[in-house]
């Protein structure tokens, strides 16, 4: 039983650039969900979803921020023109919901210069 | 809106001692919390969770849920260096969900 994969795990982009994360759930898991994470604070949810519907988005996450989940197993998370607020690491977890324990795998690192 | 708080530390231990960690959360209505772990760098890692008042125990953990009070603690017994992390406390947004709500963290120090 492999846990959450996720890639890449680091990523340097320029301002401005778009990024693309990939995100591999644990594989009897339905339930995905997008967190995001900067120093010294929690993980904030983004996003998450149920086979391939997405049920719920942050008002946080902004209109450059799309998410993807086409047939219930992996995941996208894009961001488009990427600003240096957006530098974080992006952490994915999955479940098998609802009332389970959501697991999470190791992050994407995203530095915008 | 529901809010976890933690205090963010460092908390300092000797090893073989107690660490002692605390979270407060807003509603009153919550019932399932969640332990985990993050060593720096790295991701945050399930060790505890807890859905009843009173104790509950694994291991060297113990988590310990006050609903009158709207507490949450964690516990490790026998600290050692390698414990040396940040826990983060975090709360179901509601009964029957996995969404969760996390606390900023606290910083654990167990020095030899």
């Known amino acids: 039983d492999t846990g959450v994969s996720q890639d890449p795990r680091h990523k340097i982009t320029k301002r401005g650039q778009n990024v693309t994360f990939r995100c591999d759930p644990i594989?009897?898991?339905?339930?995905l969900y997008w967190y995001r994470q900067t120093l010294g604070q929690g993980p904030e949810f983004l996003t998450y979803f149920q086979n391939e519907a997405q049920l719920e988005k942050s008002r946080l996450l902004s209109d450059r921020f799309s998410a993807e989940r086409p047939k219930g197993s992996f995941s996208t998370l894009e961001i488009q023109r990427t600003e240096q607020g957006d530098s974080a690491m992006y952490l994915c977890a999955s479940s098998s919901g609802p009332s389970g324990l959501l697991y999470f795998g190791p992050g994407t690192r995203l530095l915008v210069l | 809106q529901k809010e976890v708080e933690q205090n963010s530390g460092p908390l300092s231990v000797p090893e073989g001692a107690i660490a002692s960690l605390n979270c407060t959360y807003s509603?009153?209505?919550?019932?399932?919390f969640f332990w985990y772990r993050q060593y720096s760098g790295k991701s945050p890692e399930l060790i505890m969770f807890i859905y009843s008042n009173g104790d509950k125990e694994d291991g060297r953990f113990t988590a310990q849920l006050n609903k009158a009070s709207q507490y949450v603690s964690l516990l490790i017994r026998d600290s050692r260096p390698s414990d040396s992390a940040t826990y983060l406390c975090?709360?179901?947004?509601?009964?029957?969900?996995?969404?969760?709500?996390f606390g900023t963290g606290t910083r654990l120090q167990v020095f030899p």
């Open positions: 975090a709360e179901a947004v509601s009964y029957n969900t996995d969404k969760l709500i």
């Open positions: 509603d009153r209505g919550s019932q399932s």
């Open positions: 594989s009897e898991h339905n339930r």
